[in-house]
């Protein structure tokens, strides 16, 4: 049987068999070597000693290098110094498969952020990008959990779509036989079309934004995490969402306290309800405190959303965009006809993690502002979505966020692109 390095520290005294990567090789004298390891679960120190493997099997530690895959027998043994507060005492040493010399010079501490991202393969071999990676897996997890526990199914829509679902300029463009497409930017259109068959539905999967952006919370490819619910309102959807990020927050403190302590990161709890900031105020709070001047129906940026969320010192839910500013699908506020019901999640470090709101049921406004976006929205491209106005719609609500922000907020990672496993940007297709 083969043990996983994760599972050793219950095994003190035991003898066990481990298969594993080698990090780091310390040779001292002709009797003596240190092998650091980590099996993709944890890491591990192991001794090696002539006099516990004899001489044949010790002379097997000349050819390892670093990045080598070995089997290794040996008895678990508790020591508080090494990593874990466990040491493995070798007894037969095997090479699965040999590295070489050249492994060192693959990436070195002085290797830039260039030469990182093309040497991606290796660096994700280290324990510190692969907690990154642990901790998306768990996240991913921890949301699949709220989302069934909330009653909602998990749906996979296409991602070569016909048409735009967020803004003209930010869509990949692609052959599709002989005529062209798109990758989607967000499945939320399908996901309204998918309540009329599972009521409230969920989805995990890519989206694609061609944006020409260059910032820390950028990327070409993310995974988008995306629901949409039958008969729920805009402000039932704040408070699902309130859940949703404390539940997250909540299971990572319980189960991941090892990936936090690695980034020294200290993770609060947020309260409930989150400060909500409309957007008008958010434009005032922006000029009287911090002389930011954005004319009103513009974008907040990325600096002066960093500075609101400052100003507030936590999470803070901003809401009631005027209407010219938001896509077609946006719900218009019925008691103020120029904004709409829907709102962004803003979080430290990583700035907008959450595009949520209520949808437009009315047929003839949703027909109005189709026309009015710029570009024009086709709305022959949007049939099948306008039926769903035309055949008993009901109030429905949504959200949309980037799971990479998510976790680029919960770690504190100044670049979003170090959770992702190969990322995708302005500047790089490999590897
Ligand atoms: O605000 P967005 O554009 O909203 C939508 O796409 C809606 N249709 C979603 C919905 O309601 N179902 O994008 C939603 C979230 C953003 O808040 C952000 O977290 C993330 O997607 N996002 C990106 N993440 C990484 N790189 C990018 N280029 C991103 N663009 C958006």
């Given at each position: 049987m ?5 599972e ?5 005294g035991?003898?066990?068999k481990?298969e594993s ?5 310390r ?40 990045g ?44 830039g952020a ?8 290796i660096?994700?071999r ?9 901790l ?22 296409p991602l ?10 930010e ?6 036989f ?16 998918a309540i009329?068959?599972?009521r409230d ?10 944006e020409?952006?260059r910032?820390?919370?950028?990327l070409?490819?993310?995974?988008h995490?995306?629901t949409?619910?039958?008969?729920m ?9 309130e859940d949703?990020?404390?539940?997250v927050?909540?299971q990572?403190?319980?189960y ?18 989150f400060p ?16 930011i ?14 500075q ?8 803070i ?14 719900k218009?506020?019925p ?7 829907s ?6 470090i990583c ?18 502002r ?6 024009p929205v ?8 306008l ?7 009901v109030p429905?609500?949504?959200f ?15 670049h ?5 496993l190969?990322?995708r940007t302005?500047n790089?297709?490999s590897?």
């Amino acid at each position: 049987m083969i043990n996983k390095i994760s599972e050793l520290s219950d095994l003190i005294g035991k003898e066990v068999k481990i298969e594993s990567w080698v990090l780091n090789i310390r040779r001292q004298g002709k009797k003596l070597c240190f092998l650091s390891l980590y099996d993709g679960t944890a890491e591990l120190q192991a001794t090696v000693k002539l006099n516990n493997v004899g001489e044949d099997n010790f002379a097997i530690t000349n050819d390892i290098y670093r990045g080598a895959s070995v089997s290794l027998i040996g008895t678990v043994v508790e020591d508080t110094r090494s990593v874990g507060g466990i040491e493995l005492q070798v007894s037969k040493v095997h090479i699965i498969h040999p590295s070489l010399e050249t492994f060192d010079q693959e990436i070195t501490p002085e290797s830039g952020a260039d030469v990182r991202l093309t040497k991606r393969h290796i660096v994700i071999r280290g324990p510190k990008s692969a907690s990154v990676l642990r901790l998306k897996s768990h996240v991913i997890k921890y949301l699949r959990e709220y989302f069934y526990s909330r009653g909602l199914e998990e749906v996979v829509p296409p991602l070569i779509v016909e048409a735009q679902a967020e803004g003209g300029s930010e869509l990949f463009e692609i052959k599709y036989f002989d005529t062209h497409a798109y990758l989607t930017q967000s499945s939320q259109l399908y996901l309204e079309a998918a309540i009329y068959s599972l009521r409230d539905v969920f989805c995990i999967l890519p989206s694609f934004r061609a944006e020409k952006s260059r910032t820390r919370r950028h990327l070409a490819e993310y995974t988008h995490v995306e629901t949409e619910h039958a008969y729920m309102d805009f402000s039932g959807l704040l408070d699902f969402l309130e859940d949703m990020i404390i539940h997250v927050i909540t299971q990572v403190r319980k189960y991941d306290s090892d990936i936090l302590e690695l980034w020294e990161r200290k993770l609060d709890i947020p309260e409930k309800p989150f400060p909500r900031v409309n957007y008008n105020d958010a434009l005032k709070i922006l000029k009287e405190n911090y002389d930011i001047d954005i004319p009103h129906g513009e974008d907040i940026s990325d600096a002066p959303e960093r500075q609101l969320v400052e100003h507030f010192g936590k999470p803070i839910i901003l809401q009631n965009f005027p209407k010219k500013m938001k896509p077609f699908y946006h719900k218009i506020d019925p008691d103020d006809p120029n904004i709409t019901k829907s709102a962004d999640f803003l979080f430290p470090i990583c700035g907008e993690l959450i595009g949520c709101g209520e949808r437009e049921t009315d047929i003839d406004s949703m027909l109005k502002r189709m026309g009015q976006m710029n570009p024009p929205v086709d709305p022959e491209h949007y049939y099948w979505y306008l039926d769903l106005r035309r055949y008993g719609s009901v109030p429905h609500s949504g959200f949309g966020m980037g799971l990479e922000r998510l976790v680029q907020w919960l770690l504190d990672l100044e670049h979003i692109r170090d959770t992702t496993l190969f990322p995708r940007t302005l500047n790089r297709l490999s590897p």
